[in-house]
């Protein structure tokens, strides 16, 4: 069973950084492509960005672009999206996914 989990999620003042953190469990990990989306409220899930299985490759959404950065881990079976210049926009509900299946979100707020 795909288990995903995502953390790092939290309030950040506009221009601030986080990063997300999403651990995986369940398939195999080092040879899955992973890919980040988000959900603002009120509005339809979008996609942020992926990595391939190996990290050699990764791919963003113009509205991202050059402000955020996917990693990976397959050692640790883990992902990450370090999450630079943060926009009020950028607020919404971040999941880590593997083809259809996603985790539980966590919630990113930039306000000041």
């Known amino acids: 069973e795909v288990q995903l989990v995502e953390s790092g999620g939290g309030l950040v003042q506009p221009g601030g950084s986080l990063r997300l953190s999403c651990a995986a469990f369940?398939?195999?990990?080092?040879?899955?492509?992973m890919g980040w989306f988000r959900q603002a409220p009120g509005k339809e899930r979008e996609f942020v960005g992926g990595i391939s299985w190996s990290g050699a490759f990764t791919y963003y959404a113009d509205s991202v672009k050059g402000r955020f950065g996917i990693s990976r881990d397959n050692a640790k079976n883990m992902v990450y999206l370090q999450m630079d210049s943060l926009k009020p926009e950028d607020t919404a509900v971040y999941y880590c996914?593997?083809?259809?299946?996603r985790g539980q979100g966590t919630q990113v707020t930039v306000s000041s």
């Open positions: 996914a593997k083809g259809s299946e």
């Open positions: 369940g398939f195999t990990f080092s040879s899955s492509a």
